[in-house]
């Protein structure tokens, strides 16, 4: 096979999940992040393994949502994007899916659907308390409560926001008064429904911030998000995703260039790999673990040194330095790096 192949631990993640839930109380809902593919490590696969542990699973798309469906999966999928059209509606009905209202616009496109397919769909409604991305607040909000609340066939299950910097104590401490006022309101409208604030830095935060429910996302896969590096010791997570490649011809070098760019001084052996951007490492990664020498092609990079014909070399075992050498996040790294990978799945 010329893929590289990247290799999945489902009992690291599940690891994970167990690590992250000591810090929760059990009456505290879990619901697993597998959007973006799951951050690059296989929705599906990933779902099924987490499915008898957690509590749901959160994608993007309603088209995220089906593909859970198809693989299995029966535990509540939370669609964070709103619908778009009425298609998007059917299919969530048609699938069990829990849509996100965060807008009287996404409600009117619900309400047109669930009129016309004589059907009814589960909603969770999406607060703005701070992040400015998607929902409403103050006045707004309650108008769209009280609109929610007498549309036929659209059912509030629930309700939740985003921390928007979940390591700024004075900015969660806001928001989370924010979404205490709003979540009662909700709770005022539609009874003992769901209130969700936290992903994984939030779970760290505290028993106050953990509401019904709690979004676990980057901490699954072994990564913390910025700010909340000093749990790793107490936490203990295992980066779930290794990357290999293959070496495909080992050369003298002749002088000249090293892949797209001239040659900054002589060598004795290069050997290229089936390493690009295209295959979602960034240009200036170096491959991580290969060193390469200059930029990545698109479909491969050059080493210093010889190798055997197809053999294969470990690209990654964790990204982490990786995305500070970069200048980025792991969670950017990890859903680019397997998009032309053979996904392998283990239980070690």
Do not use: W
Request: net charge positive; glycine share 8%.
């Amino acid at each position: 096979m010329q893929e590289n192949i990247a290799v999945i631990s489902l009992k690291n993640i599940q690891h994970n999940l167990f690590a992250l839930r000591k810090n929760l109380s059990d009456r505290v809902k879990i619901y697993a992040v597998v959007k973006a593919n799951a951050y690059g490590h296989g929705a599906e696969r990933v779902a099924q393994s987490l499915q008898p542990f957690a509590d749901g699973f959160v994608v993007t798309s309603v088209q995220e949502g089906c593909v859970l469906r198809y693989a299995g999966v029966q535990k509540q999928v939370l669609v964070l994007t709103p619908p778009l059209h009425e298609d998007d509606v059917f299919y969530a009905i048609a699938h069990s899916l829990t849509l996100t209202v965060c807008s009287f616009a996404s409600l009117k496109v619900v309400q047109a659907a669930v009129q016309k397919f004589r059907q009814s769909v589960c909603v969770h409604i999406k607060i703005n308390t701070g992040m400015n991305r998607l929902g409403l607040s103050d006045a707004p909000l309650n108008r769209l409560y009280q609109a929610i609340k007498h549309a036929k066939g659209v059912r509030v299950t629930g309700v939740y926001s985003h921390l928007y910097a979940p390591d700024n104590a004075i900015s969660v401490q806001e928001q989370r008064k924010n979404f205490m006022l709003y979540g009662e309101r909700a709770r005022n409208c539609f009874g003992d429904i769901t209130l969700h604030l936290s992903a994984t830095g939030g779970t760290l935060l505290g028993e106050n911030y953990h509401f019904s429910a709690v979004r676990l996302g980057i901490g699954l896969y072994g990564y913390l998000p910025q700010g909340f590096e000093e749990f790793y010791p107490r936490l203990h997570l295992r980066p779930a995703m290794k990357l290999y490649t293959h070496a495909l011809q080992t050369h003298v070098f002749t002088g000249g260039g090293v892949g797209y760019s001239l040659a900054k001084k002589s060598y004795q052996k290069l050997t290229a790999y089936r390493l690009g951007y295209a295959d979602g490492l960034p240009r200036a990664s170096g491959g991580n673990r290969l060193h390469a020498v200059g930029n990545l092609c698109m479909d491969s990079c050059i080493k210093e040194g010889k190798d055997a014909y197809g053999n294969k070399r470990l690209v990654f075992s964790s990204v982490q330095e990786l995305a500070k050498k970069l200048h980025t996040i792991p969670y950017e790294i990890l859903c680019n790096a397997t998009k032309r990978a053979r996904m392998e799945y283990v239980e070690y």
